[in-house]
Each structure stands twice: as C-alpha cells, then as structure tokens.
C-alpha cells in the first residue's frame, strides 16, 4: 500500500516538472550574526495534484524529500575564507557531497504549517554554521602563537573586538569594499604579518565552536556600562580589547587588517594570546552584510 502511494506522488510530481514549473520552493537567509543558514521549503498543493486534509501526509512527504536537494546548492556557496567556498573545497576533495547532506539533515525542523488560504504547506529548517566549522577544524593541537622578540607593555583583556562595518581600503588594489564574513577569517596587521588564523583556535575551544563571533555595531554600543550586548558580553568579558580595522584583505574582503601597535598588545602577552586560542574575538561588520537572502541557483 505505502509502496502504491509513494509511486503515485513519485509521477504526479514528475509530471508537474515536466509539464510546469516545480511546486516546491525555497526562500530564506543566511544569517551570519547568528551562525544560522534558515530556510522555508513552500508546497503548492494544488500544482502538486495534493488536496487537504487527506493528503497532508503525502505533502509532507514530498517536502522532506525535495529539501535536502533545495538546499545542497546554498550549503556549497557558504563562504569558508577569503578565497573558497564550501563547493571549492569540494572540488579539491577537502569536503563531499556526503558532508553537505549530513549538514542538510543536522537541520532543526518545525513542523509545516498551512496558510490561511489553504494553498501552501510549508516547514522551516535550520542549520548550525557552527557545526560546518567544527567539521572543518582538523587540527589536534593550537598552533603556536609566536610572542614579538621585542614586546610591548600590555595590558590584560577578556575578549578581542574588531570593529569593521565601514568600508575599508583592500589591501593590494586601488579600492575599497565593506568586510564580509566567512566561517575562518585572518587577522593581519599593517605589516602583513599574519596574526590570527584557524590553526591557532584551540580544537577543545569551550567559548564557542567557531573562531569568530560576528556582532552589528548595535552590539557594541549598547546603552550600558560595558557598551555591549549579553551575548557579546559573555563571549569577550567586561575589558575587551577594542580595535579599529584599517583594512581588509582577500580575494573575498574576508579578513580585518588591524594596527602594527595593535597586534603588538596582543601577542606581547600571554593571556592576550590566550583570548586568540579561545575564539574570544568578535568583528564588527555592516548589518548588510550580516544576513544575506538565498537567491534560486541560477542568480
């Protein structure tokens, strides 16, 4: 019996894509902020040959099963660094089309809800970009985080915030450009000298399981006395270390360049360079640039 229906919805909407454009969509963002990919999977019931209540079930069915195709291409374009996306490490053999369907179906799912004109059915998905981190994090060990052979007096800070919501010039071009976010930024200073990158997080990092926390400057100017938001306040401490970008860097603009004086604070103390291993660091970024819409695949 089950076989019989499952064949029948099979051809009903083989027929709709054949003869029609398909009645199953997806819309949604991707929201950086919140380490999010959110996405609404909508059935057009009567495209699809499927009338409420009886076929409830089979709508269902046929929305969980076309997901997992509707969202692989947004999983691959998600930005890993200034240079690649989740579909480039694909094509150098450093993540799988079986990765990003586990990644698909880690999703949190609320179950579908009916419109109010009895026209649609659709079901809300939710993937941790947490997850796509710590599934791209391969080191065993935190790489050392060299101290300057000629240090500076530096105080002692609970957290590393970058503020990079304006434009800012590219380093190596005659332009300027808003820093985006990706899942694993470089930190360099005015010197291009590497100051923070993956390797250097901690794989048992208990702050959070990604190297970064992208915050909208809202969260940094809080009507407070720490000037923060909860959350960021949690991940940074009540004496972060501020710091101004004064570029960005990558063939993506991915990665704040900050201050030769700067960078010094940081790696000249021991408990500064701590706050690197920990993934105490947040950026600030343009709010435009924190949530970003899922467009069809061919745009």
Known sequence: ????????????FLSVLVFGESPVALSGTLEW?????NAAVILNLAPAGIRLPAGRSRAEELIDTEYPALIR?????????S?????????RGEFSLRNAGSIALSAGRVPPTVS???ATLSASYTIDLTNISALLIRHSHAMDIRRPLIPVPAATYTGIIIIAYEELPVHGRNSSALPVPCLFPKVWDTDMNLIYERNMLNPDNTAQKTMVRYVSPED?????PSGLSPELGALVGANPLRILARGVFGIHPTDPIIDRDDALVILSSESNRQLLREGRVAIALNPGTLKRPLNPPDE
Not at 33 to 37: A, F, H, N, Q
Not at 83 to 91: K, N
Request: hydrophobic share 45%.
């Open 1 to 12: 019996m089950m076989k019989g229906i499952c064949t029948g919805l099979f051809f009903s």
């Open 33 to 37: 902020d919140r380490m999010e990919l």
């Open 73 to 81: 291409s947004h999983i691959l374009s998600i930005l890993t660094d």
């Open 83 to 91: 240079s690649s996306t989740l579909e480039d490490l694909m094509e």
């Open 116 to 118: 109010a004109d009895l």
């Open 220 to 224: 940094i100017f809080r009507s407070n």
